[in-house]
């Protein structure tokens, strides 16, 4: 049986929509686009392109784990982020395009010759530290994940990206072992979601994503309350932190960067108009004597 | 957007309505070559990359002249070598180069006369289906496929930015970004409805229909076009909003749709990768639909002081492809006409261009003062 691209992306599209996929046209036509090895202009202008039957057991491949909910970016190993293209699997939490908020305030605080000094916390799969290496060229940095297997795939990215040599990956229980008084910039997406609510979230995150990732204990606020005093007392004294809230964080977040000791802290929305990043600074008069 | 657009740069010829002075342009060349090579100019990276495209833009249409003197002089001794030796053979083959040369130096005119502020800037091409359902949809999927092989067929590159696909076939919509020296220039002459007769695929008793699809062509804003648009009338909207986003939600969908208030014009892109790369896409689109929709103004205004009435601009049909019972692709508004109703489909749209785009600056012409 021949199958052409525009009848195989139809069947796609069907078949994700039967197994209740939201948005499945889109779903469909990236899966189509890795198992056929076509681009999405190639899919509407040339629609009538045979696929080989190997190509075919692929996409057939594809979508069997896509009706079991499986995200598509562990399906296609890939996620785009910002201006780079991360691998990704089921170890590391997926790039949100909330995340951008982080990378979008860092790039306008520190001018792009500046020679900085970053530490991402709970790198995962390299995310927001090596969106902004990217763009800085004189920054360096430093990433720590409790996950070895994380650690693992921000190595790669690292590696990808030809930032290996400005971007340190190391495995640790957040800032245990750092000195004081270290990083111009401080920043995390720590677990943030109250542990009873995922439970209730899409199978695509509930059964797929790691736990290590979401789970915010019961109030989705632990690991705040450990970050705010340590993330005070690693940065530089005139550093800027910038830390991914869930939707409804902001007050309480903000209240524990303020009991840390930090100033002008303010909350971020996204482009869908949640709060989403709050940010703030270390007291410059607060440098140890 | 608050303010009137003007380039920020105007060199006699920008506004010259097409009149392509040699000598001014053989001293502009220079002027240009030296500022290139003056090391000072690379502190400031976007006046470096502003000269030299300018450069590089006046060295190729000079070069291009040149070139065809060249030809024109060897062809026309190879002429009179043939004649005084009688040789037919040879004869036939000067005959042939010569009318290669004059089809050359034609659009070499036609090329020289895109002297619009936009004209060589890269574009985007909006196509819509009309009425009709999937007939209709399949016939836009035959429009997109058809600009695409033109612009491929020319050196350009196309990426599509957005689409809704039809739900048996072809596209609602589609917009498509084209890039290549003088894509503005070349497609703007595209932008109409387009009328298809055939007999529809789709159609089990196979009788004909008649469908339409619409293109619009607006041209990619770069830095010698000023536009400026206030964030507070832009409102963004994504299709992550309902919901608590974040760590929450894991999809793939990263589009944007920004809307211009005060206008109502809204652009939508879901072309990259991450959400940043769609915002940025859709934040030049949005300019360019801007900067269109003011080209348009001018346009009526000049038109209405020529008191002629205009069948150039979009909205109104401009092109009829009839596949059955008889082929042929007729312009409504140059009536140039071909029964190669395939090859037309396969993007040979040349002619039809050709033809539009004389049309218009003969008018432009005739009125006297060009924009």
Known sequence: MTLTLVKAWTAAKDRLKDAGIDQPSIDARLMLEVAAGVTRTEIVTDPYRELSAEQIATLNDYLERRARREPVSHIIGRKGFWKILLQVNKNVLTPRPETEVIVDEVLKAFPEHMAFSMLDLGVGSGTILLAVLAERPAAKGLGIDASSEALAVARENAANLDLNTRAALLHGDWTTGLGSDSFDLVVSNPPYIPTEVIDTLEPEVRIHEPRLALDGGPDGLAAYRELAPEILRVLKPGGLFAVEIGYDQSQAVEALFRAAGATEVRTVKDLSTHDRVVLGVKNPLESPA | ?371
Not at chain 2, 267 to 294: D, I, P, T
Request: hydrophobic content about 35%; proline content about 3%.
């Open chain 2, 1 to 371: 957007m608050s303010r009137p657009l003007r380039p920020t740069s105007s060199s006699p010829w920008d506004c010259s309505g097409g009149v392509f002075d040699w000598d001014v342009a053989l001293r502009k060349l220079d002027e240009l070559n030296a500022r290139v090579e003056d090391p000072t100019l690379w502190d400031r990276p976007s006046e470096a990359q502003a000269v030299s495209r300018e450069r590089a833009n006046l060295a190729a249409k000079v070069e291009a002249v040149q070139s065809i003197e060249r030809d024109l002089k060897d062809a026309l001794e190879y002429a009179e070598l043939a004649e005084m030796e009688s040789d037919e053979d040879s004869l036939n083959d000067a005959r042939a180069q010569l009318k290669s040369l004059k089809e050359r130096a034609g659009r070499a005119e036609l090329e020289a006369l895109l002297s619009g502020e936009a004209d060589g800037n890269d574009c985007y091409v909006e196509i819509n289906s009309g009425a009709g359902g999937t007939e209709s949809c399949d016939w836009a999927g035959i429009l997109l496929r058809m600009y695409t092989r033109w612009a491929n067929a020319h050196g350009m590159t196309t990426e599509l930015i957005e689409e809704t696909d039809g739900d048996q076939a072809g596209i609602k919509s589609a917009t498509l970004l084209v890039k290549g020296a003088n894509a503005y220039g070349w497609l703007k002459t595209e932008a109409g409805v387009h009328r298809l007769v055939r007999i529809s695929p789709y159609d089990s008793s196979a009788r004909r229909h008649t469908s339409f699809a619409s293109a619009w062509v607006y041209p990619v804003v770069d830095d010698n076009i000023e536009i400026e648009i206030n964030p507070s009338d832009v409102r963004t909207d994504t299709y992550r909003a309902s919901g608590a986003g974040g760590q929450h939600i894991n999809k793939t969908d990263s589009a944007v749709r920004l809307t211009h208030i005060p206008t109502g014009i809204a652009v939508a892109c879901q072309a990259g990768r991450s959400q940043h790369q769609n915002r940025e896409e859709a934040w030049k689109m949005l300019r360019a639909r801007l900067y269109e929709a003011e080209l348009q103004k001018r346009e009526a205004a000049q038109q209405a002081l020529e008191d002629q009435k205009t069948d150039i601009g979009w909205g109104h049909q401009i092109r009829s492809y009839v596949l059955q019972p008889y082929q042929m692709v007729k312009d409504l508004r140059t009536n140039v006409e071909t029964s190669d109703t395939q090859g037309v489909l396969d993007g040979d749209l040349d002619a039809f261009m050709a033809a539009s785009l004389a049309q218009r600056v003969g008018h432009t012409r005739d009125g006297g003062e060009a924009s």
